[in-house]
Structures are given as structure tokens and as C-alpha cells.
């Protein structure tokens, strides 16, 4: 069974499709990649699997519950993340706030659990530990980059939504 399906999706905005019948599946343990040019409705795909954006039909199939009508908030509960191209982070808020928002529900439920995922954070973005008391509107746009995709990390997501995944990254980063 697919950790995520993508059946027949089809979105758009106002009189204007823009999803026409996307198929997508996700095994567990893979990455998966979407590719073409600008306007080829990537950045729409995700937000629709997120719940961003309402889908106007087709299914979206979450661990095998069917979230298609779910709230952005609803799936953030039953294990999705979602990074925007933008980052959207809290600007006067330092690193540590900001991951501490984006486990918020994990740390609820397990305190224990959410310091070993932000320590994990911290591994896999060093940068990040040594910026931790900083306010994230005064970082560089790569280390913005780095605590968007710590903050979605944060709440050990089942499946991770990266919109640009590398933009603004430093090569040795995106490696």
C-alpha cells in the first residue's frame, strides 16, 4: 500500500483549471521529485495535497484515510508537512521558536520525542544550532531555506511537501 496516492486530482482557480487529472504515488521511504517548466502547475499540486488549495476532484489518500476534504491543520495531525516556496516563517521569532510552532503537535504528545526530532534538526542543519537564539527574519535566505525545511521537520512528518526545495541553498546544503 502507498503512504500517499493521487487519484484524478484536478484543481484550479476561479473559471481556470490548472490541475487536469494528476496521478501520483508515494511508496514509504522514497522521494519523490516534480518536475517542468514554470506554470506547469507544480507548486499547485502540493498546495492542493495540502490543503491549501481545494481540489475540485479526484482523491487524496493519506496512509490509507482519504483526506481530500481535510483541513491543512487536520493533515499536519495525521503526519504532513508542507514548506512553501515563500518559507512563511515567524520573522520576529528565533530559530528555536520557530521549531518549536512547527513540532508543536508533537510536542504536546511527547516532549521527549520533539527534543531528540530538534536535536536531529540540529544534525542535519548545524547552522540552524548555532542560530538558534537569532531572529529568523535576520538570517540569509539559505539559512531561512534550512530552518523552513527544519520547522516541517520538527513534527516528524510522514510525508514531507518541499515547494523549491533548493532555492536559496548553498550547494554542499543541498547535498
Known amino acids: 500500500m502507498s503512504l500517499l496516492t493521487v487519484s484524478s486530482l484536478e484543481a484550479g482557480f476561479g473559471a481556470n483549471t490548472v490541475l487536469h487529472g494528476v496521478d501520483l504515488e508515494v511508496e514509504e521511504g522514497t522521494s519523490v ?10 507548486s499547485v499540486t502540493m498546495k492542493v495535497i495540502a490543503g491549501l488549495v481545494p481540489a475540485r476532484g479526484g482523491t487524496i489518500v493519506l496512509d490509507g484515510q482519504d483526506i481530500t476534504r481535510l483541513s491543512p491543520e487536520d493533515r499536519v495531525a495525521r503526519g504532513m508537512a508542507y514548506t512553501p516556496q515563500a518559507r512563511q516563517l515567524w520573522p520576529k521569532l528565533t530559530v528555536e521558536q520557530n521549531l518549536r510552532l512547527g513540532g508543536y503537535l508533537l510536542r504536546r504528545k511527547d516532549k521527549a520525542r520533539f527534543a531528540e526530532v530538534v536535536a536531529g534538526v540540529y544534525d542535519r542543519f548545524p547552522r540552524l544550532y548555532e542560530r538558534r537564539s537569532q531572529l529568523a527574519g535576520s538570517m540569509s535566505g539559505g539559512e531561512q531555506a534550512m530552518l523552513a525545511i527544519g520547522r ?10 518541499i515547494d523549491e526545495p533548493s532555492a536559496g541553498l548553498a550547494p554542499a546544503v543541498i547535498e
Do not use: D
Open 33 to 42: 521529485g516534480l518536475f517542468g517548466l514554470n506554470g506547469a502547475g507544480k
Open 152 to 161: 516541517a521537520l520538527a513534527n516528524e512528518p510522514q510525508v514531507l511537501l
